[in-house]
């Protein structure tokens, strides 16, 4: 039993592909001057309703437009500008990875783990071990994600957005 008759999924797969998709792709073009102008999880919203979108239409070339954007993108969706710094945990636990959005308010830096939790179990589920060596800087981050839950001493690193006519200290 499913939720759609085929006519009525074959209508739904249209409506991902000619609305949400060009909304999301033209997002990623990040046709501004500075590519990495938005926050992380502006981007990992986009990547995410891509690599959705290709699944539910089993479009190889829009899967392929979100993992690619994943691991070499210009803004901040692409690994490393999502996780731009690695510290030791003082702790000896291992690695942790500050995200782009950590020292905003919980919210938003919890938000980048769960997007990008969605994105990474759905790009596993469809091309498994291609992916996990980018799981490693989403582990770390949600390692420090969790110990700012708690009382943790951790190393930050403070940069500048530049792409803005003001600086954003963060």
């Not at 636990?93 to 995200?99: A, M, P, T, Y």
């Not at 498994?128 to 190393?155: D, G, P």
Request: with cysteine.
């Amino acid at each position: 039993e499913t939720l759609f008759t085929k006519a009525q999924l074959s209508a739904f797969q249209t409506m991902m592909k000619n609305v949400f998709y060009p909304a999301a792709s033209d997002f990623l073009a990040h046709k501004e001057a500075c590519k990495q102008h938005s926050w992380l999880n502006w981007d990992l919203a986009q990547m995410t309703s891509i690599l959705s979108i290709g699944i539910l239409c089993d479009d190889q070339d829009k899967i392929n437009e979100a993992i690619l954007y994943f691991k070499y993108g210009v803004g901040n969706g692409s690994i490393d500008n999502a996780v731009p710094f690695l510290h030791q945990d003082p702790d000896g636990h291992g690695v942790l990875g500050q995200g782009q959005e950590s020292g905003r308010d919980q919210g938003h830096a919890t938000l980048c783990i769960a997007l990008m939790g969605a994105f990474c179990q759905m790009a596993y589920n469809i091309i498994n071990a291609r992916i996990l060596q980018f799981f490693n800087k989403l582990r770390n981050c949600s390692s420090r994600i969790k110990c700012t839950t708690k009382e943790c001493v951790f190393i930050f690193c403070f940069y500048i957005r530049t792409c803005t006519s003001t600086k954003f200290y963060i």
